[in-house]
């Protein structure tokens, strides 16, 4: 057809070098489409797809995509996505049955913290509970001095001449409570002769076992020293007696010397407790304690915040996933790229997993050992779930949000208040409070989008590698992982903190628990062996599986990194095209010009009028009368447009038709006028010709 204002001959609804509506009906008529569908393949009428809100203006002017490969080998690849993220569902949902089943061997072990220590540590009136016995068949003897000792009594042992010679003290002490044990002692002693000191905490009376025993070296001292503290907690997996042994070894004594030891005391608690710390690099601890009711509260934060993030990206996200197990076969692009938080992070959990698993074989096939400080028994099951929970929550809080959210909201705060943005609607909050509105959604993450500025995503590129690196060197360092976990927590930390600014806090703490919570099942002893070696080899297929996702999520980062540099390479036009008046003009008279389309049709010396107002159908052709000829005048100077408000000049028709959807770059389309050009603020998007908000 022919546009009625500038004569150009095209197709659509609107002429492509002015803008003005194509000429409609005498009685106007409602857009309908027969479509399908380029994203989702759905067929339907109407301005909107009904699945998966693509606007139907978009498909005249961009092509649909022609996916890569054979049909075939994309519903196969589908019908693989579909198993692995099923797959890794039921894996968390195993996880989850854990987590529920988990309070009655916590909660219990909670309510048995307690501590003690010791009786009869000052010997202030007598060694009661005390006794001596000699060490490598010597005639070494020991009493009890009630003076001369630091300042009262003390234990006192005589040892004859021979090589070696020896004694200890023996006393009993009970542990109650929950086990598994810390317990440190410390003594003083007084020595004629160069010898050892030796520490242990055993459950039997009989002998001395070195290999759980501390060797203190000492050299002779005619003073009371004090010992440093020593951990003496290698056999304390039980309640019940132990039996305190402290002893003096003297390789080769000359003549006969007198040994003293001077209150001995030993303090034992419960190896339970809970902490709270940040990285400022390395972790700094915030709180530390044993107290039951400060712990029993924690641990039901832990478990509320697991089961609400789990029910909230199950509800929020229900139609998102509904959609990409629904897509057609043929469509595996949808599947991973689904807005769904909890496909993203059962795609990125099965890359994840597939790289350690590959990093472990790596490590044996070379002989290096593959060490993890997990080393459960029946008595301390009940700490490392609580352990393991802890992890899949604060670690989360620590690594992701202080490091990450809470950077990038400070830095979006700061550039708001520099650079006077956003400016507030009509009629809606106030600029102090879109300042910080702008600002605080960055700090739980999940708003990191395609079209978020360049300066967002360059400093989400910034924090994700550096709270990947903390978060590893914190396991090697402080966790007892040993150096060979750094490489993979690196890789599945990227992946976590692209979860975090994609999805949100929740998303990364269950991409956490399903790695920590999947060996609640196996340490509260739920299906014995039988279950342990199912869980194992579902978890090696599901890590197998994670292969073809790794090498998707580096093509993908490849893909996102190139267009994260076109963002910064790229210049955008912000004021229109001037060229001169006709020829004979005074000079420094300039003119609009309409933008050049290639297509044949009469140029005028003068600016078109403006575009009519917007309307779901076009007014009558008689509205659009073509303008005569007229003689040529410098235009009036239009005022300034007003603060935030549209730069277009009059009669300015975009050149850029965009492309699909949901493709790279991100570009807009009005619903409603068709219009290409927009702007952006308070998160959506405004129409910079009919004025309404999409």
């Known amino acids: 057809m022919a546009c009625p204002r500038c004569g150009a001959q095209y197709e659509g609804n609107f002429c492509p070098r002015c803008g003005a509506p194509a000429a409609a009906a005498a009685v106007p008529q409602p857009m309908v489409f027969s479509v399908t569908c380029p994203r989702c393949g759905t067929a339907y009428q109407g301005r909107f797809c009904p699945r998966c809100g693509l606007p139907a203006g978009a498909m005249p002017y961009a092509p649909l995509p022609v996916p890569r490969g054979s049909p075939d080998l994309h519903r196969f690849l589908s019908v693989l996505w579909t198993l692995a993220v099923v797959g890794f569902l039921v894996f968390i949902a195993l996880n989850f049955a854990g987590l529920l089943l988990s309070p009655p061997y916590v909660v219990p072990g909670i309510q048995g913290i307690t501590s003690g220590h010791n009786p009869n540590q000052t010997f202030a009136t007598g060694n009661a509970n005390w006794s001596f016995r000699a060490l490598n068949a010597s005639s070494a003897t020991g009493t009890y001095a009630g003076s001369g000792g630091n300042p009262d009594g003390y234990l006192a042992m005589t040892l004859p001449a021979g090589s070696p010679v020896g004694g200890m003290w023996v006393e009993a002490v009970q542990f109650t409570g929950s086990a598994p044990y810390i317990a440190e002692a410390v003594l003083d002693y007084r020595t004629q002769v160069a010898g050892d000191i030796v520490i242990s905490l055993e459950p039997t009376a009989q002998g001395l076992n070195f290999s759980d025993a501390v060797v203190l070296p000492v050299t002779a001292t005619g003073t009371w020293t004090t010992t440093p503290t020593v951990d003496v907690s290698n056999s304390t997996g039980f309640a019940g007696t132990y039996f305190l042994k402290v002893a003096f070894l003297a390789p080769n004594n000359s003549a006969a010397a007198q040994v003293g030891f001077d209150n001995v005391k030993l303090g034992w608690i419960t190896n339970a407790y ?25 641990y039901g934060f832990l478990v509320a915040v697991l089961v609400l993030s789990a029910a909230w990206y199950s509800v929020r996200e229900r139609k998102r996933t509904a959609r990409a197990f629904s897509a057609p076969l043929e469509n595996i692009s949808t599947r991973l790229r689904s807005m769904s938080a909890w496909v993203a992070v059962a795609q990125v959990w099965l890359a994840g ?12 096939a070379l002989g290096a050992p593959v060490t993890s400080p997990i080393s459960t028994t029946p008595t301390n099951a009940w700490t490392d779930i609580f352990q393991l929970t802890a992890a899949s929550v604060w670690e989360e809080i620590a690594y992701r949000l202080f490091l990450i959210g809470v950077p990038m909201a400070i830095a979006a705060l700061l550039y708001r208040l520099v650079s006077g943005r956003p400016y507030p609607p009509p009629g809606g909050p106030g600029r102090a409070g879109a300042i910080l509105r702008g600002a605080w959604h960055y700090l739980w993450g999940g708003n990191l989008r395609r079209e978020s500025s360049q300066e967002a995503k360059l400093a989400a590129a910034i924090l994700i590698p550096v709270s990947a690196f903390l978060w590893a060197i914190a396991h090697a360092a402080g966790g007892g992982w040993g150096w060979w976990k750094v490489v993979p927590v690196f890789v599945m930390g990227l992946g976590a903190g692209y979860i975090y600014v994609r999805h949100g806090l929740g998303a990364a703490i269950l991409l956490h628990f399903a790695t920590d919570g999947s060996l609640a099942l196996s340490l509260e002893g739920v299906g014995g062996a039988g279950l342990d070696l199912a869980t194992n080899l579902f978890y090696i297929g599901l890590a197998i599986a994670g292969s073809g996702f790794l090498a998707w999520y580096a093509l993908y980062g490849w893909e996102e990194f190139k267009d994260f540099r076109r963002g910064f390479q790229a210049r955008v036009v912000r004021q229109p095209l001037l060229v001169g008046g006709p020829p004979g003009a005074p000079p420094g008279t300039w003119n609009y010009a309409p933008p050049s389309l290639g297509v044949p049709g ?56 965009p492309p699909p959807y949901g493709y790279p770059p991100v570009r807009f389309q009005c619903p409603y006028c068709g219009w290409v050009e927009a702007r952006y603020e308070n998160r959506s998007f405004t129409c910079l010709r009919c004025g309404r908000t999409a």
Do not use: C, K, N
Request: charged share 5%; glycine share 4%; no cysteine.
């Open 602 to 657: 009469p140029s005028y010396p003068y600016a078109p009028p403006p575009p009519p107002p917007p309307a779901y159908s076009p007014p009558p052709p008689q509205a659009y009368a073509r303008p005569q000829p007229q003689t040529w005048a410098p235009p009036a100077a239009a005022p300034p447009p007003a603060r935030g408000g549209s730069m277009l000049p009059q009669g300015y028709a975009p050149t850029y038709h």
């Open 353 to 364: 997993t597939f790289f350690q698993f590959v990093v472990i074989l790596v490590i044996e």
């Open 274 to 298: 809970f902490y709270l710390y940040l990285p400022l690099p390395l972790p700094s601890l915030l709180w530390l304690s044993w107290d039951q009711g400060q712990f029993l509260a924690y």
